[in-house]
């Protein structure tokens, strides 16, 4: 019995060196967030310019910038090139500051051997408060401040938080997977433009 347990433990071991080795990237951004606090990026909330960088998406709170990605085709081998170079819009919703539900997804943990410099890039995205910060800019440069409202953890094929809201708000999700190392489920983030910035009537109305 004392053998089996032994073995068992050994196990234990290597499955954890192992997940730990191959996970390194998203386990060091945990021990940074607890220890170091992360440092203003380019927007501070006290000043903000007319004009940041363009298509980059900015969660200050967790010292997360990167750049967004287009893609025209929505299939996993289009997805997966573009992710290499920072998080991606889905195809076909809203574009930053328009009504309707702008939709980013990125890596949280993806394998350490696959290419690319963003492989981790949401992996603090379950730490983030309601009431943060998120912002995203157009291709023009022009930043989009939208406040967090909701975040969750929801099923790999539950599509509904794509869904477009009859363009009556200004809307932003962004999403990773989840948990670690895996693809079962999905972390999604709901943020939005306040309601004040809003118009008085539907803008589908003729």
């Known amino acids: 019995m004392k053998r089996f347990v032994i073995r068992l433990l050994l196990v234990i071991a290597v499955f954890a060196a192992v997940v730990l080795v191959l996970n390194f990237g998203y386990f060091w951004k945990q021990i940074k967030f607890v220890f170091v606090k992360p440092q203003p990026l380019s927007i501070a909330e006290d000043k903000k310019p007319h004009v940041i960088e363009p298509s980059v998406v900015i969660v200050e709170s967790l010292g997360i910038k990167a750049p967004l990605q287009y893609v025209d085709e929505a299939n996993e081998e289009t997805y997966q090139k573009a992710l290499r170079n920072g998080v991606v819009h889905y195809p076909g919703t809203a574009k930053p500051g328009e009504y309707g539900n702008v939709y980013i997804f990125g890596h949280s943990s993806d394998n350490a051997w696959s290419p690319g410099d963003y492989k981790t890039v ?48 200004k809307r932003l999700t962004l999403q990773t997977s989840y948990p670690i190392g895996t693809s079962l489920q999905r972390y999604v983030v709901i943020a939005e433009i306040p309601e004040d910035t809003t118009p008085s009537e539907d803008p589908n109305a003729s």
């Open 122 to 169: 949401f992996a603090l995205l379950p730490r983030i408060e309601i009431g943060a910060k998120i912002v995203v800019s157009d291709p023009a440069g022009n930043p989009y401040e939208y406040t967090v409202v909701e975040a969750k953890v929801v099923g790999a094929r539950d599509t509904q938080w794509l869904d477009q809201g009859e363009y009556k708000k």
